[in-house]
């Protein structure tokens, strides 16, 4: 036997050199790991590299440092096999070539600050205003809702300003709200105006899917520079991978759980989910998944209320998640299956017209399509009163435009038409707002005053 190999009495005690050096690794954090698993490239794909050596260390999700010929690359675990893993890149071009080296690296979940207001950030929870390093939190944020029976119940109303929101639709604290409406019908000025509700401490932005163009005069000029200052914005632009377009969401939603443990009451505004469901599929088929629905594979609508269900009230002694996010129907078609799957996990969905945006009203929202099912909980009894009332006029107003149109409406023949006739165009004129008319302090009254001053007005003799 060799002098010099350790003795078998050693080995059953932990004393071999092997033990030494594991020992000393434990004493480094794993961002400083003294040996990282590691593997090569043999496959290349546009949209993944396949790599072999690291399967027996390979969880679903790890991130994997990549070494190219222009420098660091980094993607994400989608796939495991006995032989090899699958990785998806977070960059558009990764730069991968056969046997270029791999290795796992040990990620924490992020730690957002009280200093990430004010700032933008990317899908990784990296800055990208040129304002500096972040500065990371103490506790790393979990990414499971809270339990059901744990949360406190919604039952605050707050105004956000928007009149035909504030009548047709309340919004309580804790509530997730959707906006359904096609390209082009002002979707994100209204999730501006809303964002600039002064009813919360923290507002976080996800664009997902946006033009890069357009990110700088949505954050400065649509959400301005004071609502800014408490605004956590988080972006991923249309040229941007897959894996970053699905992480924008979940970046947003893990700053937003930092700030609620915090008792803040948060706005989260996502625009749009429904890209965050096209960079799922696009991920999923990518992998093999079969699709189910309109190109959809099934863990698309497995994926959505996982991220949604973080939303919503905390539990006692935390604040609350309000999220709003906007819905592209494709094709204005609101029975598209990420549609109707998202307006099941929501508390209510505001439906944006493209007919009544070609009128000239914005916000283009039909008040009869539209519904928040917490909307009991804002409105006082005189309230919901009344917004049946109206309800009823503009229901009846636009059911009989067809009639009135071909000249076959009879003044004095039907008094409701006749009070709908004359009030529901006033109503109209009183719902249309811009942002920069300001945001309305109490829309029912603004309501009263704009219908009173019109009929003033139609009573005046002419001169």
């Keep these: 036997m060799d002098a010099d190999a350790p003795s078998p009495e050693a080995e059953d005690n932990g ?8 020992r000393a ?26 790599v072999r050596g690291i399967s027996g ?56 600050h009280a200093s990430w207001r004010g700032r933008v950030i990317n899908a990784l929870g990296k800055p990208v205003d040129g304002k500096g390093a972040l500065i ?13 029976l744990a949360r406190q119940r919604v039952e605050t109303g707050f105004s956000t300003g928007v009149r035909v929101i504030d009548i047709f639709t309340p919004i309580c604290f804790g509530q997730r709200l959707g906006i359904f409406a096609g390209s082009g019908v002002g979707k994100s000025t209204l999730l501006a105006m ?10 976080v932005v996800a664009l997902v899917g946006e033009r890069g163009r357009e ?14 200052k408490k605004t956590v914005a988080v972006v991923a632009t249309s040229d941007e991978s897959a894996m970053m377009r699905k992480r924008a969401p979940e970046m947003a939603m893990r700053v937003a759980e930092h700030f609620r443990d915090q008792g803040d009451r948060v706005l989260l505004v996502l625009d749009s989910i429904t890209r965050f469901a096209h960079a799922l599929r696009e991920a999923a088929i990518g992998i093999g998944e079969p699709p189910v629905a309109r190109g959809y594979p099934a863990s698309v609508f497995t994926d959505l209320p996982k991220l949604l269900e973080r939303a919503g009230p905390g539990t006692d002694g935390n604040g609350s998640i309000t999220a709003i996010l906007s819905v592209l129907v494709d094709g204005d078609d609101h029975n ?45 009894k ?24 071909l000249g076959a409406y009879q003044p004095g023949a039907d008094p409701d038409l006749d009070l709908a006739v004359k009030q529901v165009p006033l109503i109209y004129e009183a719902l249309t707002q811009s942002p920069q008319d300001g945001s309305s302090a109490d829309p029912f009254a603004d309501l009263a005053r704009h219908l009173r001053s019109r009929e003033r007005v139609a009573d005046e003799p002419v001169e």
């Design 336 to 380: 598209d299956p990420v549609a109707d799957s998202i307006r099941g996990i929501l508390d209510g969905h505001i439906v944006l017209s493209r007919k009544i945006g070609e009128q000239g009203r914005f916000p283009a929202v039909d008040p009869l399509a539209s519904i928040s099912r917490l909307a009991p909980k804002a409105w006082t």
């Design 15 to 22: 004393n071999t050199p092997l033990h030494a050096l594991e």
């Design 136 to 148: 990371a939190g103490k506790e790393e944020r979990p990414s499971t809702p809270p339990p059901a």
């Design 215 to 228: 990110v700088r005069e949505f954050l400065e000029d649509t959400i301005g520079p004071e609502s800014l």
């Design 57 to 112: 260390a390979a969880r679903l999700g790890d991130v994997v440092d990549h070494r190219s010929n222009s420098g660091p690359r980094s993607g994400e675990i989608v796939r495991i096999s006995p032989d090899d893993v699958l990785v998806a890149p977070y960059e558009t071009n990764p730069d991968a070539g056969i046997g270029d080296a791999v290795f796992i690296k040990t990620t924490r979940a992020a730690a957002p």
């Design 25 to 50: 690794m434990s004493r480094f954090s794993n961002d400083r790991m003294l040996l990282r698993t590691g593997g090569r490239i043999d496959e290349i794909s546009p949209s993944h590299y396949r």
């Design 194 to 203: 809303l964002a600039s509700a002064d009813a919360f401490d923290t507002v």
């Design 382 to 405: 005189e309230q919901r009163v009344l917004v049946s009332k109206l309800r009823s006029l503009i229901a009846r107003f636009e059911d009989t435009r067809d009639i009135r149109l």
